[in-house]
């Protein structure tokens, strides 16, 4: 399971509150945390508007590097931001993320084709989130017909299939489960992203359905997930379907994660 770090977001209160007051040892230990924690890239987010998210991104990207070569998931709605960002990188990492919207592949594709950059795709476009499998599938349609343009090969694209609140979902996450089995029937060496924390907005136990969401998605083809890598619960989780879906074979990883302290008993 690839790991985005999520812990660097000025949404978060307490980051917000750092970036207001240029904390860097804050921002430094959480980057060094999720590193150590096994994370694969550590995601920053500003969470402003405007000019001032460059500054506030080119920041967070430099704090992280100072702690850790874990590569950067540069993360902004705005796909023009984050291309400006990619050349204070010090390695490939992730560009968090295009879509469907308006000109976002076109800012972004064009500046990672030819390198090892790898780039999450949201299947909303300019009409928004698509309310059916169908919908959202000719999304991912428009998109991969745009990746073979800039020869952005499957296996550089984590695929968002969009997690909504399941308190508001008339279906559960069935849409969310057929969207990513039909995704990986037309290209296998695709990957598939979700943030697992927006499925349970607005419920108690929010852990209980961020955890049996992650079983229900990886069965179906999720092999990426946005979340909290020092929550060792759901590592075990994490690790432990990974065994039973014949992904570790022995279940080594499972044991040497054990071993490590990656999760708790």
Request: hydrophobic share 45%.
């Amino acid at each position: 399971m690839t790991i985005v770090g999520e812990k660097i977001n000025g949404s978060i209160p307490a980051v917000a509150k750092a970036i207001a007051e240029k904390n860097a040892d804050h921002i430094r230990a959480l980057a060094k945390k999720q590193a150590d924690a096994g994370a694969s890239f550590i995601d920053v987010c500003a969470s402003v508007q405007g000019e001032e998210e460059l500054d506030i991104l080119a920041w967070l990207v430099g704090l992280v590097q100072e702690v850790t070569d874990t590569p950067i998931s540069i993360d902004s709605p705005n796909a023009k931001h984050c291309a400006r960002i990619i050349p204070l990188c010090k390695k490939p990492g992730l560009i968090n993320s295009v879509s469907g919207e308006g000109d976002k592949i076109e800012q972004v594709f064009p500046v990672i084709a030819g390198t090892d950059w790898r780039c999450i795709a949201l299947l909303c476009d300019d009409t928004g989130i698509p309310k059916t499998s169908e919908k959202r599938l000719s999304v991912f349609d428009a998109i991969m017909k745009k990746a073979q343009v800039y020869k952005i090969l499957p296996e550089r694209l984590y695929i968002d299939p969009l997690v909504e609140m399941l308190c508001t979902s008339e279906d559960g996450i069935a849409l969310v489960i057929d969207t990513i089995k039909k995704v990986k029937q037309r290209y296998a060496d695709i990957h598939i992203i979700g943030a697992a924390s927006n499925v349970s907005f607005n419920l108690p136990a929010r852990k209980y359905v961020n955890q049996g969401f992650i079983i229900l998605a990886m069965n179906a083809g999720l092999d990426s997930a946005i979340l909290d890598p020092l929550n060792k619960d759901m590592r075990g989780l994490i690790y432990a379907a990974e065994a039973l879906l014949g992904q570790d074979e022995l279940c080594m990883e499972y044991i040497g994660a054990f071993r490590e302290g990656l999760f708790g008993t």
